[in-house]
Structures are given as structure tokens and as C-alpha cells.
Nanobody
């Protein structure tokens, strides 16, 4: 059975940091790329980052570039999103998505209302940044 579980969200002040985790089971990280999306209230799901464990390539959206960093631990079957210099506009539910590797580069340019075009996704973790 495939499972994706996000964790690490919470409440943080502006300028603070959080590290989100995406633990996957039922497949290994070399089978799929892993992307992070987020959804702020009243908005679509914005793709912000993706990692392709096949070749180590990473991708970031302009809104998070230079502040967020994606990485993976294949032994733990877990992908991380280190978020630094957080801003109130980073407040959102953050989702982890497994997708076919050649779509990884398109994640940062994607805004979607549904994850149905992807392979697997988690339930999300809430990140709230106070001003």
C-alpha cells in the first residue's frame, strides 16, 4: 500500500524556519520524483519545488528560490523541505506529491486545483507564519 505522510508544519514567526518531512512507503524514491505544493486559503495549489532522485536534480519556484531547499534521504525514504526566512505569504497547507520523473521540472510552474494528474499525494501539513 502506498502512503505519503507530511509532517513538520506549525506556527512560526516571520523570519523563522521550519523543516517539512515527506515520508513515503509502498515505493522507493528512485521510482518517482517528489514535489512540494502549497495551497493558501482561497487559492489554487502552487507547485514550489521538486527533486528527481534519479539524477539529483532539484527545481524551485521563484517565490521560494533562495529560501527553501529540498533534499532526500533514500535510506529513510523521506524527502525534506527546509524553509528559511519564512514570510506571512508562505502560510499554506503544504503537500507532498509523487510524480513521474520527467514532470519534475514542470512542478514550479504549475498551479492546479487537483492532484489527480499525479501518481500519489499526502494529506498535507499546515504552515502558519505570523507577522
Amino acid at each position: 500500500e502506498v502512503q505519503i505522510v507530511e509532517s513538520g508544519g506549525g506556527l512560526v514567526q516571520t523570519g523563522g524556519s521550519l523543516r517539512l518531512s515527506c515520508a513515503v512507503s509502498g515505493f522507493t524514491l528512485d521510482e518517482y520524483a517528489i514535489g512540494w505544493f502549497r495551497q493558501a486559503p482561497g487559492k489554487g495549489r502552487e507547485g514550489i519545488s521538486c527533486i528527481n532522485n534519479d539524477d539529483g536534480s532539484t527545481y524551485y519556484g521563484d517565490s521560494v528560490k533562495g529560501r527553501f531547499s529540498i533534499s532526500s534521504d533514500n535510506a529513510k525514504n523521506t524527502v525534506y523541505l527546509q524553509m528559511n526566512s519564512l514570510k506571512p505569504e508562505d502560510t499554506a497547507i503544504y503537500y507532498c506529491v509523487a510524480l513521474t520523473r520527467w514532470y519534475c521540472a514542470t512542478v514550479p510552474a504549475t498551479t492546479t486545483d487537483t492532484f489527480e494528474e499525479y501518481d500519489y499525494w499526502g494529506q498535507g501539513t499546515q504552515v502558519t507564519v505570523s507577522s
